[in-house]
Structures are given as structure tokens and as C-alpha cells.
């Protein structure tokens, strides 16, 4: 999809369809102030039809309804498209990308190869830029990547918008750029979490990873066995020995050309397990086939580091991804092994799907000896997570208070819903394993924040966030913006906190 900026009015933009944000409070002729700014001088006869299509109820302006008008008199635009925003008072940004993504699904579906969207509400001009773009962008993104076109959803099949153009002026530009930069790194994201086991192994990850580096400045370094053999991070070896698939550990690094505004150095650790069955504490099979997406964490840092590549930040940042597949067999980790972390402490294995801490455990470390200050790790890491939040927010651990604030600020910006999460000394209690340092998994209760303190003891003392990704790296279900599947949390966080660095 190619996108671009038009400076003329919305009844002037030639395209296949227009879309415009109305809001909820109902539409009266002589009420221009509820008009979306742009269209100050609606023509008369398409005021009409809206005023009537408000009166008749099809369309009442709530969140993400859609409604259109065919060959709307005094516009050039083939179709108008009216995209509910709420209530006025309570438009966001969020709301915002919601719109346009709507409106890029609704168009999409019914044939529209050119569609047009205007800004709408009081955000800032360049904002308005970059949400549209960021959400039409997101909203293109599709899972069917391994249908053959006989078999492409119906409503979907052939259906593409090749153009969207975006209501705003030339001095918007580089908002339009933003906020492509991001979509498409997050829907990079999405493309891999969205990739099924067979075809997504920890080599073909770092494979993808590689073609990353030559695409852009990033340094790519695959560590491959021996090395991580050679650095001692017996945990995450412990979790791969199960597997024909060799582990590795992807590491990118971003150095900005700038001089640095401070001796920050931020690290991005994501669990990337391209498959996780379980190992010998194996999973129940209803629901399995979902354990492709273990490593979201990881192609969400790949995702972030990609759009970082192209906004250059001021800061150095460097992502760690721990890859392994965790695999039941006869040579794979036995509850009750005791492994030795790169850090020294030993660990207690008394459950092989508590695997993804054992990963982390290592580039946790790893991330510290390379220099990093701030760390930032995304994990699918419990359903105990999926229990306490839902699919609603990811859940926030941290070791500092400062670095919490910074990130939460961040994740308001980017729009991705999160929610602190407590990391009580007292949860440590249930972290003692009589052989070793510690066990790997604590008691049933709190499973979410036992799995933080794990971590914790192998962040200590960087200033550390955790992000338990579980019940939001996949969309359960279709919504009008976007397509059940991979989310790409949380990769415009991400994004925004180097910015913001
Ligand atoms: N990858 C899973 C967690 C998960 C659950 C991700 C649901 C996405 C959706 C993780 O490796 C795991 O199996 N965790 C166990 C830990 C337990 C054994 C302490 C869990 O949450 O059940
Ligand atoms: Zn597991
Ligand atoms: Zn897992």
C-alpha cells in the first residue's frame, strides 16, 4: 500500500472512497461546528443524506461504526465513507488509529483500491498524521499468508488498497514517515509471531534477523551452540537440549551517529521459543498449536529495532533474543535437573514448561555484560497473567520506580495498554529449592509475579522492566480494525521509550 499526502480539501480529493470521522453527538445542518473540521462547507444535498441516515439510525456515530454514501454530491471521491468516532469529548488517539483502521478494513472489503482519509477532533495536525497512517497501516495487515488464492477469504479475495492518501499538508511529512516506520515494524513483528513452528525455527529466526542487518545499518551477531556453550548459560542450554533445533542467541545492536544525551545504554531481551510443547511437564494438545507464537516477545524486538533503524535515536540500544524450541524426547531436561546460569546461580528445573525464565535468565545476564543500563525484556511468559489481566493489558514488573514511570508514560503514547504489576520482597518466599539457589517455578498462586522474581534476581541491579506479553501477543478474535492473530505488542512502546530517550 502506498501512501501520500494531499493538501486539498476533502470534497476536492480524487479517490475511490473518502472516509470521514462523525461523531456521535447528531449531525445538524446548521450545527457546523459538529462537522468534521475539514469539511466546513459540506454540500448541501450530501448534508441531507447524512442528517437522514442520523435520523434513520443507520448510522449514530458510536466507535467504529461505518456508513457510506454512494457518488456524494460536491465531492470527487467515488464514495463517502462516515467512520464513527464516539463521542467527541472522548476522542483519542487511540480512537484514531481505531477510525482509520475501520475504515481500511470496511474499504478494503468492498473492492476500494484508493482510499482517502481525512483527520478529524482536536488532536495536534502531525499526530493526526501519523495515528491515521499508523492505523490504516496495521490495519492492512493480513494472516493468510499461506492460502493459496482458492482459498482466500471471499470477502477478501483480490481485494488490496493500493493508495491511501492522507488529508494534511506537505509540513506533515515526516509524521507520515513516523508513523509508517512504525507500522511496518510492528507488522514485520506480526509476520513472524504469525509463522508456524516448522517454518519459524530458532535458525530461520536469526536467518531473518540477518537479512535485517543487510537491509538497514543494525549489527547482527548469531550466536550460535558453541559460543553459548562457551559463555556458560547452562539455563538456556538446559531448555534446548530437547530439540534437534539449535538454540541461538540473536543479537542486534543500534549506535547512534548523534553524541548521546546521557551514559544510557538500553537493552530489549525477548523470549523468542518457536515452539514450546511443554518439554517433559508437557501441555495438555487442546490449544498447543497456539505455543507458536512463544517467541512474540522476540520478533517484537527484532520488530522495534527494525523502526529504530529508520528514526535513529539518540541512545545506543541493544536487543538480546534467546531462541530455543522446548521439546519432550530422550534427550531433553528432566524435572529436577539442576542447570548453572551464566550468572553463576544454580537453578532447580522442577517444571520444563517454566522455560522461558531460563531464558531469560541468560540474556538477562548477557545484556548486562554487553553494557546495557536500562532493559526492557517481553515475554509470553505465564498464563497466570492471562489470568489477572485478560486480554486486555500487559502486566509491568519492575525493579525501579523512574525507569516504570518513563515506560508506562511511553506505552500511553504508543497507545498499548498496560498495567502495573506488584514485585513484594515476600514473593521471593516461595523461590527456595532445597538442592539449588533457587527453583524455577514457585507455588500456584501468583504464578505471574513468582516468574518476575525469578527474573528479577538475574536483572539485579540494571534498572529493569518485564512485560508479561501472554494474553496479549494474539487477538482472539476479529475486531473492525484489526484481524484475529498476532498483535505486535509491544513494539511501539518500545519504540517510543528510545525515542523518548
Ligand atoms: N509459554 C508459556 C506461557 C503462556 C501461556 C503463553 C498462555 C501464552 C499463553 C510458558 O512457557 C508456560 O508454559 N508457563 C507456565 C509456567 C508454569 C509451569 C509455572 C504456565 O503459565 O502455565
Ligand atoms: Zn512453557
Ligand atoms: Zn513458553
Not at 36 to 45: I, K, M, N, S, T
Not at 413 to 428: Q, R, T
Request: negative net charge; contains cysteine.
Amino acid at each position: 500500500m502506498k501512501t501520500q499526502l494531499t493538501a486539498f480539501p476533502p470534497e476536492q480529493v480524487e479517490a475511490d472512497a473518502i472516509a470521514l470521522i462523525f461523531f456521535e453527538e447528531k449531525f445538524e445542518e446548521e450545527e457546523k461546528d459538529e462537522l468534521p473540521r475539514p469539511v466546513a462547507a459540506l454540500d448541501a444535498e450530501t448534508s441531507s443524506l447524512i442528517g437522514e441516515l442520523y435520523e434513520n439510525k443507520e448510522f449514530s456515530g458510536k466507535a467504529l461504526e461505518m456508513a457510506w454514501i454512494h457518488r456524494p454530491a460536491g465531492f470527487l471521491a467515488q464514495r463517502l465513507l462516515l467512520v464513527g468516532g464516539g463521542k467527541s469529548a472522548e476522542f483519542s488517539s487511540a480512537k484514531m488509529r481505531q477510525a482509520a483502521g475501520t475504515a481500511l478494513r470496511f474499504a478494503k472489503k468492498k473492492g476500494v483500491r484508493h482510499l482517502a482519509i481525512a483527520p478529524a477532533g482536536d488532536l495536534d495536525p502531525g499526530d493526526q498524521v501519523q495515528l491515521l497512517a499508523e492505523g490504516a497501516i496495521l490495519a492492512d495487515y493480513e494472516t493468510d499468508v499461506y492460502k493459496t488464492s482458492a482459498s482466500k477469504r471471499e470477502d477478501q479475495a483480490g481485494s488490496k488498497i493500493e493508495q491511501l492518501t492522507i488529508l494534511g499538508g506537505r509540513e506533515h511529512n515526516s509524521r507520515l514517515e513516523r508513523g509508517k516506520a512504525i507500522a511496518e515494524a510492528q507488522n514485520f513483528t506480526r509476520e513472524l509471531v504469525n509463522e508456524p513452528g516448522n517454518l519459524l525455527t530458532p535458525s530461520v529466526l536469526a536467518a531473518r534477523a540477518i537479512q535485517l542487518g543487510y537491509d538497514t545499518e543494525l549489527e547482527v551477531e548469531v550466536l550460535r551452540k558453541s559460543h553459548l556453550e562457551d559463555l556458560k548459560m547452562g539455563a538456556l542450554l538446559g531448555v534446548a537440549q530437547g530439540s534437534v533445533e539449535p538454540p541461538v542467541i540473536i543479537v542486534v545492536r543500534y549506535r547512534p551517529k548523534r553524541r548521546p544525551r546521557s551514559d544510557e545504554h538500553l537493552g530489549f531481551v525477548g523470549k523468542a521459543v518457536t515452539f514450546d510443547t511443554g518439554g517433559i511437564s508437557i501441555k495438555p494438545s487442546e490449544g498447543m498449536e497456539k505455543m507458536k507464537y512463544d517467541m512474540a516477545g522476540g520478533a517484537a524486538m527484532l520488530g522495534a529495532m527494525k523502526a529504530l533503524a529508520e528514526l535513529k535515536p539518540a541512545i545506543p540500544v541493544t536487543a538480546v533474543i534467546p531462541s530455543v524450541e522446548n521439546m519432550p524426547g530422550a534427550a531433553a531436561q528432566r524435572p529436577g535437573d539442576v542447570v548453572t546460569s551464566m550468572s553463576g546461580k544454580t537453578i532447580e528445573v522442577l517444571n520444563t514448561d517454566a522455560e522461558g525464565r531460563l531464558i531469560l535468565a541468560d540474556a538477562l545476564t548477557y545484556a548486562q555484560q554487553q553494557g546495557c543500563t536500562h532493559l526492557v525484556d517481553a515475554a509470553t511468559l505465564t498464563g497466570s497473567i492471562v489470568v489477572a489481566l485478560g486480554h486486555e493489558r500487559v502486566g509491568v514488573f519492575s525493579n525501579n520506580g523512574s525507569w516504570q514511570e518513563r515506560f508506562l508514560a511511553a506505552s500511553e503514547v504508543a497507545g498499548e495498554k498496560m498495567w502495573p504489576m506488584p514485585l513484594d520482597e515476600e514473593y521471593k518466599d516461595q523461590l527456595k529449592s532445597p538442592i539449588a539457589d533457587l527453583p524455577n517455578i514457585g507455588t500456584r498462586w501468583g504464578g505471574s509475579i513468582t516468574a518476575a522474581m525469578f527474573l528479577k534476581q538475574f536483572a539485579d541491579p540494571a534498572a529493569w522492566i518485564h512485560l508479561d506479553i501472554a494474553g496479549m501477543a494474539w487477538i482472539e478474535k476479529d475486531k473492525p480494525y484489526l484481524p484475529e492473530g498476532p498483535s505486535g505488542i509491544p513494539v511501539r512502546t518500545l519504540i517510543q521509550v528510545a525515542m523518548d530517550s
